[in-house]
């Protein structure tokens, strides 16, 4: 059974550029989320979908920030413009159902220029 | 403010010998655990997890203690291995709400052989 995918595994951007991170979750698995990682700190939830949905995206940090689950299945997080404190991880993770451990991709690193 | 703190930003254990990883929170409202471990380039990796109506579970050569009263969780790795050395990342999940993980900071694991 395939794992969560990410792509790219690597993205470098100047500040003001566009950049679309990819995820795809294992497959049958309702709940997708985004976190990151910053400077090696804690790892930080962004938001969370079940299916479509978006249920919890109390973590996106600000407007710049999109993300998108069409059809619940892959998700995409788009950040327009980008700016140097972008730059880290970005971590995707699905789980089955909520409140269960959740099965973590193996990251985009993001750096803004 | 870090709701879930590791205080040891490294350890070093000898090959063989126990290895204890220690986390405190500070939400009364989580009741499950996780704990994570993660390699360089990695995404991170469920180990072991635990739910606030149990104070150990155990998996091998990995146990988790929880201790509810003084809000802090344990992880044990006997014995330990070379294999073992990683970044080991603490989680807890609310009650309430998307079961978004909250996470430490995480603690470097070196075993030496």
């Known amino acids: 059974e395939a794992g969560v995918t990410q792509f790219p595994s690597h993205s470098v951007i100047e500040k003001g550029q566009t950049v679309t991170l990819r995820c795809d979750p294992i497959?049958?698995?309702?709940?997708l989320y985004w976190y990151r990682r910053v400077m090696g700190k804690e790892i930080k939830f962004l938001l969370h979908?079940?299916?479509?949905?978006?249920?919890?995206e109390s973590g996106m940090p600000n407007n710049r920030f999109l993300a998108e689950r069409t059809g619940g299945t892959y998700s995409t997080l788009k950040v327009q413009p980008a700016e140097l404190e972008d730059s880290g991880v970005y971590f995707c993770?699905?789980?089955?159902?909520?409140?269960?451990?959740?099965?973590f991709g193996q990251g985009t690193r993001l750096t803004v220029v | 403010d870090q709701q879930v703190k590791q205080n040891s930003p490294s350890l070093s254990v000898q090959e063989g010998r126990i290895s204890i990883l220690n986390c405190d929170y500070t939400?009364?409202?989580?009741?499950?655990f996780l704990w994570y471990k993660k390699y360089p380039a990695e995404g991170p990796t469920f180990l072991i997890s635990?739910?606030?109506?149990?104070d150990k579970n155990e998996d091998g050569r990995f146990t988790v203690f929880l201790n509810k009263s003084a809000k802090h969780l344990s992880l044990h790795i006997v014995p330990s291995q070379p294999g073992d050395s990683a970044v080991y990342f603490c989680a807890a999940s609310p009650t309430s709400g998307t079961y978004k993980y909250i996470f430490g900071t995480g603690t470097r694991l070196k075993v030496l052989a």
């Open positions: 635990i739910s606030s109506i149990k």
């Open positions: 979908f079940v299916k479509e949905s978006k249920q919890d």
């Open positions: 993770a699905s789980s089955q159902t909520m409140g269960t451990e959740a099965f």
């Open positions: 939400n009364s409202m989580f009741d499950y």
């Open positions: 497959s049958g698995h309702d709940n």
